[in-house]
């Protein structure tokens, strides 16, 4: 949609949207997520979609046809390639290298790692800092958090069937990590 790095436009947004195959709730959640900034017109847009078409049984003309394939191609051709899992792609050593140039203990880090934090509750301040430790764009972290399962990568022998838990708030998780008040305040913040 846009060049890797740089958010994308409410026109690249809106457009990826109309395009989804099951524009549905779920959908509608996951963009609302990833662009808050675009909210109003996500929810005006997903609401134009639901309604009600009535039904024309005349086939396209040769004319529409040609229309319809020269709009998907060129929007096909817009879409960012599906890269691989930029969490995936780091080793243990690479994860303590972000601990440490983020100057967040591990078990914030391991949160992160394992999807436990709800994305929106995330400064956009930490999440380019994250990115960049990572060697990743914003816009493909973003996406991998929202396509990943949210399934820890430890192994533990359990009575029932795993399940993914609920996402908590970054600052929870920095709580819990022993962050002091000071430090979990400039991690919070929005500003330089």
């Known amino acids: 949609m846009s060049p890797a790095g740089e958010r994308p436009s ?5 457009d990826a949207f109309a395009v989804e195959s099951e524009p549905d709730r779920s959908t509608l959640e996951r963009y609302l997520r990833l662009y808050p900034e675009y909210a109003a017109e ?3 847009l997903s609401r134009e979609l639901r309604r009600e078409i009535p039904e024309d049984d005349a ?5 529409d046809q040609a229309l319809i394939e020269a709009a998907w191609s060129q929007h096909a051709k817009a879409l960012p390639a599906a890269g691989p899992d930029p969490f995936a792609a780091l080793t243990a050593d690479d994860w303590r290298a972000v601990a440490r140039q983020l ?10 790692r394992e999807r436990r934090v709800s994305l929106l509750s995330i400064p956009q301040r930490f999440l380019k800092k994250l990115a960049e430790a990572m060697r990743c764009s914003l816009t493909h972290l973003q996406m991998s958090w929202e396509t990943a399962p949210l399934s820890s990568a430890r ?3 359990a009575d029932g069937k795993p399940r993914a838990g609920d996402q908590v708030t970054f600052e929870k998780v920095l709580i819990d990590a022993g962050v ?10 929005e500003d330089e």
Do not use: C, H
């Open 10 to 14: 409410r026109e690249a947004v809106l």
């Open 42 to 44: 996500l929810v005006d």
């Open 59 to 63: 086939p396209l003309s040769a004319a």
């Open 103 to 112: 100057d967040v203990p591990r078990q914030v880090i391991t949160a992160l």
């Open 155 to 157: 192994s533990y022998k």
């Open 180 to 189: 002091s008040d000071e430090r979990r305040a400039e991690l919070l913040t």
